[in-house]
């Protein structure tokens, strides 16, 4: 039985829905079996995956005729490929296939392992209770006191499948394509929080748009932290590639990445057993809060941005991670609410969100990809007017409003 509804302007498919126990193994939308759309080769396909560590791993594969993106819908709403003409989107992780959640241990064997052994997507949410580094968290009680908590890596979001899933075909000029879905991150005696995702895009257009919206369902204050690690290999990465952005202060987060600071935008061939290095950025933004970021190939004939609003995400770390191609040649373009810390240190200086009873974290960012020299150039320019003649602060060693330094 559907329980999908057409409307005048759109067409809904609920494919999966825990509250009435519904659940559609696979769906397909697309321009053959809604021909009245007018507008061909786009579709959205809804289906599960079956063996290995897959095995059980709900995925919806968005095409729109130019670009194509797979969400895994079972690990948070992670976005976890995609191509747009013939422009890979993602890299190539150890871990080459989607992991199915239920084969992972967070806090396996250090808190940090568990989660590396699912890492491998395009975009990936890291939070929301907590979203950096692993460790022990010591929180403040009124009386003077700490409690300790164990915190794994990057939070949970990324390894909790949806809830609900709906897909929607909106008929406008173009058609929009639009996957929804509800994660929810909550236990007894715990915060509790409801992550409903809008992911879309147009039909033959260039762009992703992810709107996130977050909800403190319960009846406490809960803190909050998101973290969109986004990252890119080849086409877009490769010796002499680029990151432009609109940094007016960056700083190496420990002394590994120290050593390179003065060749923090550019990257390297790939190396075995290189170590990564992370930097941390406060950008530029237009008055409405508005910034982006840009990564391009060498040639700066490829290039991906993003974009954002800074009055949501007002952190930026850049994850550099060229290694040899059969260990994960890549790098992250990373947009959060605060830096990858340790969240008590995060706390200390003021970067960790309080989420009153029934308030709602609201967060945008789009992915674009430039297919040719002029769109990057474009992008470049667009920069560069945000930055308004100023240069970028570079500090050569760790500070301490970004990160521990002893």
Request: hydrophobic letters at 35%; proline letters at 5%; a negative charge.
């Amino acid at each position: 039985m559907s329980k999908g509804t057409v409307m005048s302007e759109k067409k809904t498919q609920v494919v999966l829905d825990n509250d009435t126990g519904f659940y559609a193994e696979n769906f397909v939308l697309s321009s053959e079996n809604l021909p009245s759309s007018k507008q061909s080769n786009w579709s959205i396909t809804k289906n599960r995956l079956g063996g290995g560590l897959s095995d059980g791993v709900d995925q919806v594969i968005v095409n729109n005729g130019h670009l194509s993106f797979t969400i895994l819908t079972s690990r948070g709403m992670g976005l976890y490929r995609g191509d747009c003409g013939g422009n890979f989107l993602g890299w190539l992780s150890p871990a080459a296939n989607p992991v199915n959640p239920a084969f992972i241990n967070l806090l396996e064997p250090d808190s940090c392992q568990g989660w590396l052994k699912g890492f491998n997507e395009c975009i990936v949410r890291c939070g929301l209770h907590s979203n950096g580094a692993n460790g022990i968290d010591r929180i403040r009680q009124a009386d003077g006191s700490y409690k300790e908590a164990l915190l794994n890596l990057h939070g949970h979001i990324a390894n909790l499948p949806a809830k609900y899933v709906e897909l929607q075909v909106i008929f406008s000029d173009p058609i929009e394509l639009v996957v929804i879905g509800v994660v929810e991150e909550a236990a007894c005696f715990c915060p509790q929080y409801r992550m409903t995702t809008r992911m879309s895009t147009f039909v033959g257009s260039n762009k992703i748009s992810i709107q996130d919206q977050i909800l403190n369902f319960g009846g406490t204050a809960a803190e909050f932290q998101m973290l969109y690690h986004c990252n890119f290999g080849r086409p877009f990465l490769d010796s002499g590639a680029r990151l432009v952005a609109p940094s007016l202060e960056a700083a190496p987060r420990d002394q590994r990445a120290a050593e390179n600071m003065d060749t923090w935008d550019t990257y390297k061939a790939p190396e075995a057993g290189y170590a990564e290095q992370c930097s941390y950025h406060d950008f530029a933004a237009a008055a409405d809060g508005s910034t982006l970021s840009l990564l391009r190939n060498h040639a700066g004939d490829k290039g991906v941005t993003l974009r954002w609003n800074k009055n949501q995400l007002p952190c930026f770390c850049q994850w550099k991670h060229t290694a040899a191609d059969c260990e994960g040649y890549v790098t992250g373009m990373e947009p959060a609410t605060n830096y990858p810390n340790l969240k008590t240190f995060e706390r200390e200086n003021g970067r960790v969100v309080n989420l009153q009873p029934q308030q709602q974290y609201t967060i945008d960012l789009s992915l674009e990809v430039q297919e040719n020299s002029t769109d990057v150039a474009a992008i470049e320019t667009e920069i560069r007017k945000l930055l308004n003649g100023r240069k970028t602060l570079v500090h050569p060693k760790p500070i301490a409003k970004w990160s521990p330094v002893k």
